[in-house]
Nanobody, 130 residues
Framework: QVQLVESGGGSVQSGGSLRLACVASGFTYGTYSMAWFRQAPGKGREGVAALDSDGSTTYGDSVKGRFTISQDNAKNTLYLQMDSLKPEDTAMYYC????????????????????????WGPGTQVTVSS
């Protein structure tokens, strides 16, 4: 059973930094496409960043240049380094995973735009004050 558990959220002032972590279990880490999503109160879920199993990364337009997604396969952990935080980054942040998909023997690459997670963590709250 795939399990994802986020940590690292908290309260920070505008311009500050936080690093989120997501510890994964129940599958062979490094073979899934991984991503971070967020949801602010009263708003829909928004894709933040994705990391495909081939190492390629994609980012949402609102976080490009400020956030960095990475992983440590030895620790089964996905990270999100968030710098230059803004009040509009305030949201619940979720880790998500999608198993590899295949088409005629070739793995289908995934980006933030087309990832379809089948597993989600419970989330970690990030609050940025002005």
């Amino acid at each position: 059973q795939v399990q994802l558990v986020e940590s690292g959220g908290g309260s920070v002032q505008s311009g500050g930094s936080l690093r989120l972590a997501c510890v994964a279990s129940g599958f062979t880490y490094g073979t899934y496409s991984m991503a971070w999503f967020r949801q602010a109160p009263g708003k829909g879920r928004e894709g933040v960043a994705a990391l495909d199993s081939d190492g390629s990364t994609t980012y949402g337009d609102s976080v490009k240049g400020r956030f960095t997604i990475s992983q440590d396969n030895a620790k089964n952990t996905l990270y999100l380094q968030m710098d230059s935080l803004k009040p509009e980054d305030t949201a619940m942040y979720y880790c998500a995973a999608e198993p590899p998909r295949w088409f005629f023997g070739r793995r289908i690459p995934k980006t933030l735009r087309d990832i379809k997670p089948t597993a989600w963590g419970p989330g970690t709250q990030v609050t940025v004050s002005s």
